[in-house]
């Protein structure tokens, strides 16, 4: 079963917007919650990541927002730019190997 | 480049045919995976190794067979391959099998079984 389901499957948004991207999990053991960034022809690559004894962690334009209650985190974009167009996972793990990703978000910025 | 490479970029194999696919990590990590990425799905975990020992396998078919001769390469050997095979098969490498901080992927193998 899919232990992480992320939402929407696609997103447009105009540039200097705000993108939203949101994950929720199951599994209450999770320890670990990273975000991946893709662009077409390349890996996945390690974009932020969070542990759930914090709420939200910045880094520059990428935000996390953490709830833990509710067992859901949010990739937030601010002032969205033609080159974040990618395809970005949310993933989930207990401190072990084993990552579970979400499905994915292409992200589309229009100029 | 990441720091991982995976070769060849882009593989078409007929169903009888054995290919190879090659990961190499020059990031000094202790495990290796492999990933199967279809379109619209979640990246699905295949194989892991650390330290050259592989610690899991998550029931994938007999087809696929793994090997990891030393911390540095991993190699992913197909055979009698069916069409849904078809997909970016992503190579990873982690600090160690806690993934804790995070991991690093190759650029994949585009793999089309015709």
């Known amino acids: 079963q899919q232990q992480v389901k992320q939402s929407p499957q696609s997103l447009i948004v105009q540039k200097g917007g705000i993108s939203i991207i949101n994950c929720a999990y199951e599994n209450t053991a999770f320890d670990y919650f990273p975000w991946y960034q893709q662009f077409p022809g390349k890996g996945p690559a390690l974009l932020i990541a969070?542990?759930?004894?914090?709420s939200e962690k910045k880094e520059g334009r990428f935000t996390i927002s953490f709830n833990k209650s509710a067992k859901q985190f949010s990739l937030h974009i601010m002032d969205s730019q033609p080159g974040d167009s990618a395809t970005y996972f949310c993933a989930a793990s207990r401190n072990d190997y084993k990552l579970s990703f979400g499905a994915g978000t292409t992200v589309t910025v229009r100029a | 480049e990441t720091g991982v490479t995976q070769t060849p970029r882009h593989l078409v194999m007929g169903m009888t045919n054995k290919k190879s696919l090659k990961c190499e990590q020059h990031?000094?990590?202790?495990?290796m995976y492999w990933y199967k990425q279809s379109a619209k799905k979640p990246l699905e975990l295949m194989f892991v190794?650390?330290?050259?020992?592989?610690?899991e396998n998550n029931s994938v078919p007999s087809r696929f067979s793994p090997e990891c001769p030393n911390s540095s390469h991993l190699f992913l050997h197909l055979h009698t391959l069916q069409p849904e095979d078809s997909a970016l098969y992503l190579c990873?490498?982690?600090?160690?099998?806690?993934?804790?901080?995070?991991?690093?992927f190759g650029s994949g193998t585009r793999l089309t079984v015709v």
């Open positions: 990031l000094g990590h202790n495990a």
């Open positions: 190794y650390s330290l050259e020992e592989r610690v």
């Open positions: 990873a490498s982690s600090q160690d099998v806690t993934g804790a901080y995070g991991y690093t």
């Open positions: 969070i542990r759930p004894d914090v």
